[in-house]
């Protein structure tokens, strides 16, 4: 019973700060329809979480708000004033993650600022934000954005636009970033990063990644993926034949040279079989070899030769060219009782002074910041190489944001009327 007493007590307290953050304003102007609407209990409260729940900074940091949405004339914001932007998709909504959170992505072009006003892009920004305020849930608050920054060469333009952005997130939306990404910023702009974050609000929630960091690890069997690989003189007719061609021929391919003048290789590999004299058995060695690996199987270490990325071929020979021994396993050859193994030197306190005062942090290895934001943007890499759609994106507006898209339902159609309906 005692803990259910401190949880009703404290919503109970929670409710009073509410009404006096609401009284304190009401004193100072009276409220619209649209602005009591917008404070409600869960915006007050945020705004009371952000000023440690002191009543009196809260309510003055709500009726700051609130001119400035006046000022900026969010309620009048509507699709068809961003058309270009989003035709091209500098700014939207590209869906919900797990936890139903919208994921904002941001594709703003360096030269977005040469031709348009910082007002125009303040207003962009708070369409977007609306758009994916608009989109939560009852019972979600928060959503992610992710900056991309590919598109811009210099450091000091993008980090205004990131700057001007978080704070306008932190002002006037406060309590409603989750997590912000930059991706594949500036060269320069880790530098710039380092020295400014300290002065962002919103700093610990902002993370930058790099793209490059999520590339699949592919594994080919032959070269066939990489086309620049591949001769531009290779005959596909000469597989086929058995007859000697060139002056230079092996039991494993023949190297013949081109006489056409037009030629980009004067050469090229064949894996006929040319040569009378043979080394080693004639019977079929394993997975057949193409015209394209042929050369980088023929001068690989036997170690290479093995195939890559297929361990489903069943019991595999011990090499696939036979004129190439392999030296026979024996548990005489190599002792690993005798082996000594270098000792790992340990910090001296001459070297780095740092290491040597450093405790450990566990038994493992300590996870470092870059594997952090690696392991926190995995989950919205999905929702960063998503192919933009402007028709998913509007569908996702509702009026007035939508514009006349939005508020003319599509579903309606105009019924066809004769000329004696009309008069």
């Given at each position: 019973?005692?803990?259910?007493?401190?949880?009703?007590?404290?919503?109970?307290?929670?409710?009073?700060?509410?009404?006096?953050?609401?009284?304190?304003?009401k004193?100072?102007?009276?409220?619209?329809?649209k602005?009591?609407?917008?404070?409600?209990?869960?915006?007050?409260?945020?705004?009371?979480?952000?000023?440690?729940?002191n009543?009196?900074?809260?309510?003055?940091?709500?009726?700051?708000?609130?001119?400035?949405?006046?000022?900026l004339?969010?309620?009048?914001?509507?699709?068809?004033?961003?058309?270009?932007?989003?035709?091209?998709?500098?700014?939207?909504?590209?869906?919900?993650?797990?936890?139903?959170?919208?994921?904002?992505?941001?594709?703003?072009?360096?030269?977005?600022?040469?031709?348009?006003?910082?007002?125009?892009?303040?207003?962009?920004?708070?369409?977007?934000?609306?758009?994916?305020?608009?989109?939560?849930?009852?019972?979600?608050?928060?959503?992610?954005?992710?900056?991309?920054?590919?598109?811009?060469?210099s450091?000091?333009?993008?980090?205004?636009?990131?700057?001007?952005?978080?704070?306008?997130?932190?002002?006037?939306?406060?309590?409603?970033?989750?997590?912000?990404?930059?991706?594949?910023?500036?060269?320069?702009?880790?530098?710039l990063?380092?020295?400014?974050?300290?002065?962002?609000?919103?700093?610990?929630?902002?993370?930058?990644?790099?793209?490059?960091?999520?590339?699949?690890?592919?594994?080919?069997?032959d070269?066939?993926?990489y086309?620049?690989?591949?001769?531009?003189?290779?005959?596909?007719?000469?597989?086929?034949?058995?007859?000697?061609?060139?002056?230079?021929?092996?039991?494993?391919?023949?190297?013949?040279?081109?006489?056409?003048?037009?030629?980009?290789?004067?050469?090229?590999?064949?894996?006929?079989?040319?040569?009378?004299?043979?080394?080693?058995?004639?019977?079929?060695m394993?997975?057949?070899?193409?015209?394209?690996?042929?050369?980088?199987?023929?001068?690989?270490?036997?170690?290479?030769r093995?195939?890559?990325?297929?361990?489903?071929?069943?019991?595999?020979?011990?090499?696939?060219?036979?004129?190439?021994?392999?030296?026979?396993?024996?548990?005489?050859?190599?002792?690993?009782?005798?082996?000594?193994?270098?000792?790992?030197m340990?910090?001296?306190?001459?070297?780095?002074?740092?290491?040597f005062?450093?405790?450990?942090?566990?038994?493992?290895?300590?996870?470092?910041?870059?594997?952090?934001?690696?392991?926190?943007?995995?989950?919205?890499?999905k929702?960063?190489?998503?192919?933009?759609?402007?028709?998913?994106?509007?569908?996702?507006?509702?009026p007035p944001?939508?514009?006349?898209?939005s508020?003319?339902?599509?579903?309606?159609?105009?019924r066809?009327?004769?000329?004696?309906?009309r008069?």
């Amino acid at each position: 019973m005692g803990k259910k007493e401190q949880i009703n007590n404290e919503k109970h307290k929670d409710i009073e700060r509410v009404q006096a953050v609401l009284q304190l304003l009401k004193k100072q102007a009276p409220l619209s329809v649209k602005q009591e609407k917008l404070c409600n209990n869960a915006c007050v409260e945020r705004f009371l979480k952000v000023k440690g729940e002191n009543v009196k900074k809260a309510a003055k940091h709500l009726r700051n708000c609130l001119n400035w949405r006046d000022s900026l004339g969010i309620d009048h914001l509507i699709a068809d004033e961003f058309a270009a932007e989003l035709a091209e998709g500098l700014a939207y909504v590209s869906g919900h993650d797990d936890e139903s959170r919208p994921v904002l992505i941001f594709r703003i072009k360096q030269d977005y600022q040469k031709f348009h006003s910082q007002k125009l892009f303040t207003r962009l920004l708070v369409f977007t934000l609306e758009v994916a305020i608009q989109t939560m849930a009852k019972s979600v608050e928060q959503f992610v954005i992710l900056f991309d920054a590919s598109f811009f060469r210099s450091a000091s333009a993008f980090m205004n636009i990131l700057l001007a952005s978080l704070k306008i997130i932190a002002d006037y939306y406060p309590g409603r970033l989750h997590k912000a990404f930059v991706i594949d910023p500036p060269s320069l702009f880790s530098y710039l990063w380092k020295g400014v974050k300290t002065f962002v609000d919103l700093a610990p929630l902002t993370m930058v990644v790099s793209s490059l960091d999520f590339e699949e690890s592919l594994e080919f069997n032959d070269f066939t993926a990489y086309p620049r690989a591949a001769s531009l003189r290779f005959n596909p007719s000469s597989i086929s034949s058995n007859g000697k061609i060139g002056s230079c021929s092996s039991s494993r391919f023949s190297f013949t040279v081109s006489h056409h003048f037009d030629s980009v290789k004067p050469w090229y590999l064949s894996l006929a079989d040319t040569s009378s004299a043979k080394v080693g058995p004639t019977t079929n060695m394993g997975p057949a070899i193409s015209p394209l690996n042929a050369r980088s199987y023929s001068f690989a270490s036997p170690i290479d030769r093995t195939p890559r990325g297929n361990n489903n071929m069943g019991p595999m020979k011990k090499s696939f060219f036979p004129s190439t021994p392999l030296p026979t396993k024996s548990k005489d050859m190599v002792d690993h009782s005798e082996i000594h193994h270098p000792r790992a030197m340990r910090p001296s306190f001459f070297q780095s002074p740092a290491m040597f005062f450093k405790k450990d942090g566990g038994k493992g290895h300590t996870i470092s910041r870059v594997d952090k934001c690696r392991e926190s943007f995995q989950p919205f890499l999905k929702f960063y190489r998503r192919p933009y759609d402007e028709m998913i994106y509007r569908s996702k507006m509702r009026p007035p944001l939508g514009g006349l898209i939005s508020i003319v339902s599509p579903h309606i159609r105009r019924r066809h009327m004769s000329a004696s309906q009309r008069f």
